[in-house]
């Protein structure tokens, strides 16, 4: 039987990526290989509880949505993970799974959708992100730079530049909550007329930013 460290299920709101807004039910793995300076959800990365896939899909079954999004923590940090998003998609749920990108994605379901978070110097894990995940990105996938400040700006667009990023996926910048202003980023995007999508983390402007499970 195999099995996953889960941290919670619940469903919210869809906050992040061109599906913001949509309700989704949410499966938060536990643990995580990374520390990002900015990260939110430190209380994921010891505190679980052992479930089986199918127990998974029945909870998230429950719900009566069709759209699920597997995140942690860093949920390919567990190999089950791939288990859980073939049985999702078995059952004909839209699946978006967000990673920081430090796995390949080569050998995970096509159907679904991952939204790839590439991490800016101020993250202090900018090294962490697998390249080679770059030629397995399908038009359904989503890369996602989280921005500090202006270095993380330049960085991303750095990085989108080299390795022509506009040309195979949608891009998302997203401001490092209470850190840089977004209208401060807005503005960086407007002048030098960038191809990405600017989002705002929309949970944490619906419900206090520190509760869990929304």
């Known amino acids: 039987m195999k099995t996953l460290l889960v941290n919670e299920i619940f469903l919210s709101i869809q906050g992040e990526s061109t599906f913001a807004g949509l309700p989704f039910v949410f499966v938060r793995l536990t643990g995580c290989s990374l520390r990002c300076s900015y990260c939110d959800t430190q209380y994921a990365f010891y505190k679980g509880e052992t479930l089986s896939i199918d127990k998974i899909v029945d909870e998230v079954q429950s719900y009566k949505i069709s759209h699920v999004l597997i995140t942690g923590g860093e949920p390919l940090d567990q190999k089950n993970c791939k288990y859980l998003i073939e049985a999702l998609l078995l059952h004909n749920m839209k699946v978006l799974v967000e990673t920081a990108g430090n796995h390949n994605i080569r050998n995970y379901p096509k159907q679904a959708h991952y939204i790839i978070d590439i991490k800016t110097p101020s993250s202090n894990m900018k090294d962490s992100f697998n390249l080679g995940n770059f030629s397995e990105l399908s038009d359904k996938?989503?890369?996602?730079?989280?921005?500090?400040?202006?270095?993380?700006?330049?960085?991303?667009?750095?990085?989108?530049?080299?390795?022509?990023?506009?040309?195979?996926?949608?891009?998302?910048?997203?401001?490092?909550?209470?850190?840089?202003?977004?209208?401060?980023?807005?503005?960086?995007?407007?002048?030098?007329?960038?191809?990405?999508?600017?989002?705002?983390?929309?949970?944490?402007?619906?419900?206090?930013?520190?509760?869990?499970?929304?």
């Open 141 to 214: 996938d989503e890369l996602k730079f989280v921005i500090g400040d202006k270095k993380d700006y330049e960085y991303a667009k750095t990085i989108i530049n080299k390795n022509q990023l506009s040309l195979k996926t949608i891009i998302l910048f997203t401001p490092v909550f209470d850190r840089i202003k977004p209208e401060l980023l807005a503005s960086w995007i407007l002048a030098d007329k960038l191809n990405v999508r600017f989002q705002l983390q929309l949970h944490k402007y619906i419900w206090d930013p520190d509760t869990q499970g929304v």
